[in-house]
DNA sequence: CAAATTTCAGCTTAACTGACATCC
DNA sequence: CGGATGTCAGTTTAGCTGAAATTT
């Protein structure tokens, strides 16, 4: 990660005009993902990847379609993602016996023991993030969130 | 862009635990650029150019590095994405002459008229996405956001 | 010479579309 | 058969690294 161009980038552009919403939030994820890539990529995997784990570590069990549902990508990029991360081991396919169309998406042992390993790192990054906000300012924050995720459809 | 799985995405995932505030920042940037596609779609560029378009429309005349400073990339990828714009006719990129380095970019006048002709979709999308929100939660969401990229060095 | 800016060449990842097989 | 799920093949876009040229 180029830490140079992260620490440099809020002094370069100053103006008079007031940034949209929506190119807040979008830098926001860009300072998350680059922040999330640092702490994970000793484990040989991305942000994204780590994402995807964090979801089946709080809904196991879902079945790839499931999945892609849920981020806004096609099954297709789902799959891809979810071989990569078997090839690593990290989870598991297996065919639901009552369904057999469908692939169920599981952590195996050591996805789990990776979620583990990391879970200090990032709860650490999400404190920084809002260590200017008292903790009411947090929920209110995250209430806020979620509402305009809402009012988007996702 | 897949409305279907669009609309049907917060249905897919059910569960007990609340997601992460990474996460659900994750997931909201992601419903804003896939709207935000369908708006600028017709104009044949994509939500990335778009936003570039908007950032040079607040602080005409920045260079090619401070671009790049600014949004957490190399200056390769900037150059490519502005050699794009280019190619459309949306920016012009001149010499400084005071230091002859510096490619100064700046909007031409079709790339300010696309501006303002996606103005009013985008507006409307800001507020659809805040629909829940009074506009002192608004308001109070903005300096959130703000203190968390700021917080993570953005 | 050192640092900053841009450029050139090549590469990787993460998405996409389209076509298809399988299952309910 | 129709709809859902997953897979295979090919493509594109948006980022990256490394190396080099130019200017200050």
Redesign the pocket.
Known sequence: ??VT?RSSGSTAVRGSHRPSLLYVIKQLELAVRSHLDDIVAAAGI?A??YTALTVLDHHDGL????L??NS??????V??????LERNGLVR?DR?P???????VSLTPPGRKLLTTHAHAVAALEATMTSGLTPEQVSVFRNSLDSCRVALGG
């Not at 079945?63 to 499931?66: G, K, P, R, V």
């Open positions: 990660v180029d161009a991305t994204l990847q079945s790839l379609a499931q892609a549902r806004f990508v096609t099954p297709q990029s799959a891809d993602l979810v071989a990569n396919r639901n009552q369904n057999r169309r469908e692939l169920i």
